[in-house]
């Protein structure tokens, strides 16, 4: 088994290397991932899986971190075919292959228990990369290759020096030199000292070099800006994964929103055929929600549903009350602006909060119950908020023209339609986080599989998110509608930097002074 | 045979120098390509036998690291036209400097480190660690990409000679592993080198300066 999930996803590598027409070479991808996903299932729920003497275990950490990157994988694999459907012109071998090689090399790394093979997997699969980030072939990806391969390769050799140390540690005391896990961790307590400090150094730069741990981490933005989005999405995946692990219903509120955001941009593209729209947004949107949403579901249900019916189920009141408990007070919107309304929090001696959030139905008049529960502030800011409420008003006020967020500058990209969206996006998820002080919850309450979802207030996350982007977008529009062109001129130079790609007809209106670095 | 390791080192620190003096390419690359193929010779005369295994990784050594590796490097000079030599950030004397000062440490470290009885006398501790200290040196001093590439190697020589200590620990796979990787990644750093030179009609890296943070 353990040979067989290195082995297969490096067949589908060959075989990419080997087919012949760049139409069909990319459903390699997907058919790889699934196989991939297929034998990981197997491994995780049959018995213990270990080959070559020790060398290959899949151990408890090992199962989390396999499952991560077979589900990752897949899902970033069905939407290969499309991303590269889009990009007829560039020859798709040496990509589909690469990844197909990464996935095996990510597999050899989870499971080897030798710190020398571990090693050179992880140097593979730093190897296997590099030319995915070079996909575009532009400047820009050759610098973030040229830094990533470079950066990342110096690191791991430290980390060898390191892996040496640990070996040298059992040396010195007379034992046999050992790089398998279990070995070293058996003989942990006679290790040398001083060999095992210096191996930890190394170990930890080398390594952390490799991860991108601040602040070894400057190859980390420039290659995750320039590598293809379905690239970039498998390389910084991990962290994702587990905030969406974490906290499975916000991953759904979020996906929610989310996938409303694909299809309304869905609906913007012009000059592309319907068939490649459904494929390049509806199928990976899809599985994406439908990974937090599925385990979601089953706790939700456990979790909930079971407990309401145990201890909640008197009447359909009853429910609703349990479920809505902690609503957004509508009268508390003040302490998004102003900190400490209404206090800071529950049963915090220094500052008690006195608001209604988390209040237990009946509080009043029984007496039982919470008063209160609140455990963290929302508050965001006045400029923020400003910001927000800018774009908002220059999107409505600008309704009738076709131009730009402003008009006179053409520095500005329209956004309008999109602040359109994220505005009506953010007053449904306040509305949605009012809970029972809302007509719109009753509404959404209706739905059959998130009214066992508790606390509304969830949504407060996704409110705080599309607030955020409101900010940013009113923020471009208030430098660049300023008085001043000179403004403007700096927000083309800071987006540069910034790394936001600009439309053409911006190029075209900015001729050389832009453009003379 | 144990006896020869020593001058062998000292013949690879001298290579150091040679290589942070070096003010041509041609010469940097000799001496990395030089240093490649005593690697060889040290792991037959650490290994003290003439075992199948250790000949064939000494040769896989000394062909990679001696021979191909060097060879691609001098394909890439060719290739991408060099016209100034090795732009040192820090000058050569400064390099030379620095490098003896490196070199002085870790021998102070080196016997700070409990080493095992059998290997009490010898240079290998501080030769290794000096090594690396080259690489790194001339990896952030040196602004082409090829002589990124060749403080790399140096460094990764380096970690090769600790490697000595560890022959029994280490099994020949995971050593030819090792080498293996070595060799693709000088191979796909050629690749982008000759890539940098097209893109950019220079193989500076300062005009890889477009990404921030």
Not at chain 2, 187 to 207: A, D, L, P, Q, Y
Request: proline letters at 5%; charged letters at 10%; glycine letters at 10%.
């Amino acid at each position: 088994m353990a040979f067989l999930l290195i082995i297969v996803p490096l067949i589908f590598a060959v075989l990419a290397l080997a087919a012949p027409s760049n139409r069909w070479r990319p459903l390699l991808v997907p058919a790889g991932g699934v196989a991939h996903f297929i034998l990981t299932g197997f491994a995780l729920t049959g018995g213990p899986v270990t080959a070559l003497q020790g060398w290959l275990v899949l151990d408890p950490l090992g199962k989390i971190v396999l499952g991560l990157v077979s589900v990752l994988f897949v899902v970033c694999a069905f939407y290969a075919p499309a991303y590269l459907a889009l990009r007829p012109d560039r020859q798709n071998r040496v990509f589909c292959t690469c990844l197909l090689g990464m996935l095996g090399m990510m597999t050899l790394v989870v499971l080897s228990h030798h710190l020398g093979l571990m090693w050179v997997a992880i140097e593979a699969t730093t190897l296997s990369t590099a030319p995915l980030l070079f996909f575009n072939h532009s400047s820009r990806s050759l610098e973030a290759t040229w830094k990533y391969l470079l950066i990342g390769s110096v690191g791991i050799a430290l980390a060898l020096l390191g892996s040496f140390f640990l070996a040298y540690s059992s040396v010195h005391e007379g034992l046999a030199p050992t790089l398998l896990l279990d070995d070293l961790v058996k003989l942990a307590p006679q290790l040398s000292r001083p060999w095992l400090h210096a191996a930890f150094v190394l170990l930890l730069v080398g390594y952390g070099t490799k991860m991108g741990l601040a602040p070894m981490h400057t190859w980390k933005p420039d290659a995750y800006g320039e590598a293809p989005g379905l690239v970039g999405a498998l390389l910084a995946g991990g962290a994702v994964g587990f905030a969406l692990v974490e906290q499975q219903d916000v991953g759904l509120f979020f996906g929610l929103f989310l996938g409303a955001y694909a299809l309304f941009t869905l609906f913007r593209m012009k000059a592309i055929t319907w068939k490649l729209r459904v494929a390049t947004f509806l199928i990976p949107m899809g599985l994406m929600a439908a990974w937090p949403a599925i385990p979601s579901l089953l706790q939700s249900y456990t979790h909930n549903i079971q407990n309401v019916e145990t201890s909640d189920k008197e009447s359909p009141e009853a429910k609703w009350d349990f479920i809505t408990q902690w609503s957004f007070p509508p009268d508390e919107s003040m302490a998004l602006v102003a900190p400490g309304y209404l206090g800071w929090r529950s049963g915090e001696p220094n500052g008690p909060y006195w608001g209604r959030l988390g209040r237990s139905a009946g509080w009043e008049q029984t007496g039982q119950g919470f008063m209160n529960f609140k455990l963290d502030d929302w508050y965001l800011g006045v400029i923020p908020v400003t910001f927000a409420l800018w774009a908002c008003f220059v999107a409505w006020r600008k309704r009738g023209g076709a131009s730009a967020g402003c008009g006179a500058a053409p520095d500005c990209v329209d956004r309008r339609a999109e602040i359109i969206f994220w505005g009506c996006a953010t007053l449904v998820a306040l509305l949605l986080a009012m809970g029972k002080f809302s007509p719109v919850y009753r509404v959404f309450y209706e739905l059959p599989v998130v009214n066992n979802i508790r606390a509304p207030i969830k949504f407060l996350q996704v409110f705080q998110v599309g607030l955020g982007i409101l900010a940013a977008v009113g923020m471009e529009w208030m430098m660049c509608c300023g008085p001043s062109g000179g403004v403007g001129n700096n927000v083309i130079a800071a987006r540069r930097e910034a790394g936001v790609p600009m439309a053409p007809e911006q190029l075209a209106s900015k001729p050389n002074d832009t453009y003379r670095r | 045979m144990k006896a020869f390791i020593d001058p062998i080192l000292v013949v690879v620190l001298l290579l150091n120098f040679v290589a942070l003096g070096a003010s041509r390419l041609r010469t940097l690359i000799q001496a990395v390509a030089l240093q490649g193929i005593l690697l060889g010779v040290l792991i037959v005369l650490a290994h003290g036998s003439f075992l199948v295994w250790v000949l064939l990784m000494a040769v896989a050594t000394m062909a990679l690291k001696g021979v191909v590796i060097p060879r691609m490097l001098f394909h890439a000079v060719r290739e991408v036209v060099i016209r100034r030599e090795v732009e040192p950030i820090v000058g050569f004397v400064a390099s030379l400097f620095l490098g003896a000062v490196g070199t002085a440490l870790a021998v102070l470290f080196a016997n700070t480190l409990p080493i095992a009885h059998e290997h009490a006398a010898s240079l290998v501790v501080p030769a290794a660690l000096s090594t690396v200290l080259t690489g790194f040196l001339i990896l952030t001093t040196r602004s082409k990409a090829i002589t990124q590439v060749v403080g790399y190697l140096i460094l990764e020589n380096g970690v090769f000679i600790f490697g000595l200590l560890l022959m029994e620990a280490l099994p020949f796979m995971v050593e030819l592993g090792v080498l293996l990787d070595l060799f693709v990644a000088i191979f796909v750093m050629g690749i982008i080198i000759h890539k940098i030179s097209r893109e950019f009609s220079s193989v500076s890296t300062h005009m890889l300066s477009e990404l921030k943070e």
